[in-house]
């Protein structure tokens, strides 16, 4: 079993700042990439950021120069640093991790259970 426990979550004005954090823990092999991904009410998931085992980050356009994702590889944690937020970012915040688990040969995707991230104008 592996999980995926979010933190960091709020409501924060408009301009402000957040930082979300994810840790996963359990039968972990070896974590590729982790993500963040947010969905608004009525509206599909989309993806925010990712980044790769060595280090490559991918970002939406609309967090591009507003949002920084990094990860610590020792704690098994990613991070998704939210500045300059506006209303429009309000959304659940997921997490996302691909992993190999111990003795198989695929690769699989969990999710965290969720964090509310909400900007006031």
């Known amino acids: 079993q592996v999980q995926l426990v979010e933190s960091g979550g709020g409501l924060v004005q408009a301009g402000g700042s957040l930082r979300l954090s994810c840790a996963a823990s359990?039968?972990?092999?070896?974590?590729?990439?982790m993500g963040w991904y947010r969905q608004a009410p009525g509206k599909q998931r989309d993806l925010v950021a990712t980044?790769?085992?060595?280090?490559?980050?991918n970002y939406a356009d609309s967090a591009k120069g507003r949002f920084t994702i990094y990860r610590d590889n020792a704690k098994n944690t990613v991070y998704l640093q939210m500045n300059s937020l506006k209303p429009e970012d309000t959304a659940v915040y997921y997490c996302n991790a691909n992993i190999r688990p111990p003795f198989r040969s695929r690769d699989y995707d969990y999710w965290g259970q969720g964090t509310q991230v909400t900007v006031s104008s």
């Open positions: 359990g039968n972990i092999g070896s974590i590729n990439s």
């Open positions: 980044i790769t085992d060595g280090g490559s980050t």
